[in-house]
């Protein structure tokens, strides 16, 4: 198994533009989550799903939108992307346990 | 204020040494305490977790828990180079069927060998 997987590792935006990162889970997970990690932040929820077809905002959605077409695939768009977005983006995974999420490796992002 | 608070160091210790990480809350809403490590450039991985005031062990780690003051704590005895790394409490609650996760600010650990 490969867990939960990110695609790209990394990318370099210019301001404006815009990018889709996905996120893809092999565990036959219900829930799936995006957050952002900025230095002294830890890990803030932008968007999270509890199933096929379905999303919710979390702490920080500003900027940002989600889809989950497929239970196994959740990505995360920037449709125009701002300066103040240059993070780290994790994908998580919640388990059939109700308190163990699994993260992926991560998505470093810089928008100049 | 923020729901979860977490010292972010940077903290170093030598080697064999035991080192405490602490972490307040304020919500009295949540149900399980957690605390994850990552690894530089890495995704952060559950190391333990608890649902009730006390102790629990496991290894070189234990998870300490206080509700009536709103306080975990992590100790690691007889601290590991491999043990550098970031640990990051997490409080997990309910909300509207999802379970949802809020993150201290994590805490940069580096032994010394």
């Known amino acids: 198994n490969a867990g939960v997987t990110q695609t790209p590792k990394f990318r370099v935006l210019k301001t404006g533009q815009s990018m889709t990162l996905l996120c893809a889970q092999d565990m036959n997970h219900e829930y799936m989550y995006w957050y952002r990690q900025d230095p002294g932040m830890g890990l803030r929820l932008i968007h999270y799903?509890?199933?096929?077809?379905?999303?919710a905002k979390g702490e920080v959605p500003d900027g940002y939108n989600v889809s989950r077409l497929k239970k196994q695939n959740f990505l995360l768009g920037l449709e125009s992307a701002a300066p103040s977005q240059t993070s780290v983006y994790f994908c998580?995974?919640?388990?059939?346990?109700?308190?163990?999420?699994?993260f992926g490796p991560g998505t470093r992002l810089t928008v100049t | 204020q923020k729901e979860v608070e977490q010292d972010p160091g940077p903290l170093s210790v030598p080697e064999g040494a035991i080192v405490s990480l602490n972490c307040t809350y304020s919500?009295?809403?949540?149900?399980?305490f957690m605390w994850y490590r990552q690894y530089s450039r890495k995704g952060p991985e559950l190391l333990m977790y608890t649902y009730s005031s006390g102790n629990k062990e496991d290894g070189r780690f234990t998870a300490q828990v206080d509700k009536s003051s709103k306080y975990i704590s992590l100790f690691i005895r007889d601290s590991q180079p491999s043990d550098s790394a970031t640990y990051l409490c997490?409080?997990?609650?309910?909300?509207?069927?999802?379970?949802?996760?809020?993150f201290g600010q994590g805490t940069r650990l580096t032994i010394n060998p």
């Open positions: 997490a409080m997990s609650l309910i909300i509207q069927g999802a379970q949802k996760l809020v």
């Open positions: 998580a995974s919640l388990g059939d346990k109700s308190y163990e999420q699994y």
């Open positions: 919500n009295s809403a949540f149900q399980y």
């Open positions: 799903s509890v199933g096929e077809g379905t999303t």
